[in-house]
């Protein structure tokens, strides 16, 4: 029963994260700190309060009472320790092809201006239409040890992608039209294809 803790508090986070991400709750700020703060501090705000209140989601999957499901022995220790560097990666190069600056939030907060729209798909925007979520995915199962906590983590955090990724690709279809539609067609969302279109 103690684990009702942990997917309650993942679902308020999950809730709070997609709510502050939505259209609607960004006009209701704009109307009240001005489009010109919107510009210039919106995105750095997001990305630190969906950090800062995600701790608490990761301090209760840490002091839950918990027990271990399996350990990898070895050489698959070695194997899933490889591709959660690789989904750490990858991450990291999905950021950059983006502009880390700006996903992150900070050109904009230094410059006050806010870059144009441009739909990435070359580099892993070439293989997946979320390469940050299809490595996400690779760093949560690819762990050496699974405890009854980790599993549940990795459910809720899987489930999340998933319906971040179907809120994002709405977002995309507003924002760049017939463009990414024609995108979607021929890239998968999430997991690569070997025979491409």
């Known amino acids: 029963m103690d684990i009702l803790w942990l997917v309650v508090a993942f679902a308020l986070w999950g809730g709070l994260h997609s709510w502050t991400a939505s259209l609607r709750w960004k006009a209701w700020l704009q109307a009240r700190l001005g489009a010109d703060w919107m510009q210039r501090y919106y995105r750095l705000a997001y990305n630190l309060f969906a950090l800062l209140s995600f701790l608490p989601v990761m301090g209760i999957t840490a002091?839950?009472?918990d027990f271990p499901l399996y350990r990898l022995p070895f050489p698959w220790t070695?194997?899933?320790?490889?591709?959660?560097?690789?989904?750490?990666?990858?991450?990291?190069?999905?950021?950059?092809?983006t502009d880390a600056w700006v996903f992150l939030g900070l050109r904009q907060a230094l410059t006050g201006e806010e870059p144009p729209l441009r739909l990435v798909t070359h580099g892993l925007y070439r293989w997946v239409r979320h390469p940050i979520y299809t490595a996400t995915l690779l760093l949560l199962w690819a762990t050496p040890v699974m405890t009854r906590n980790t599993l549940v983590f990795n459910l809720l955090a899987t489930l999340y992608i998933f319906i971040g990724a179907s809120?994002?690709?709405?977002?995309?279809?507003?924002?760049?039209?017939?463009?990414?539609?024609?995108?979607?067609?021929?890239?998968?969302?999430?997991?690569?294809?070997?025979?491409?279109r």
């Open 78 to 97: 070695l194997v899933a320790l490889a591709g959660q560097l690789t989904a750490v990666a990858l991450v990291w190069w999905a950021v950059r092809q």
């Open 167 to 196: 809120f994002e690709e709405r977002r995309l279809s507003r924002e760049f039209g017939e463009a990414y539609r024609r995108y979607r067609q021929r890239t998968p969302m999430l997991f690569p294809c070997p025979v491409r």
């Open 63 to 65: 002091i839950l009472p």
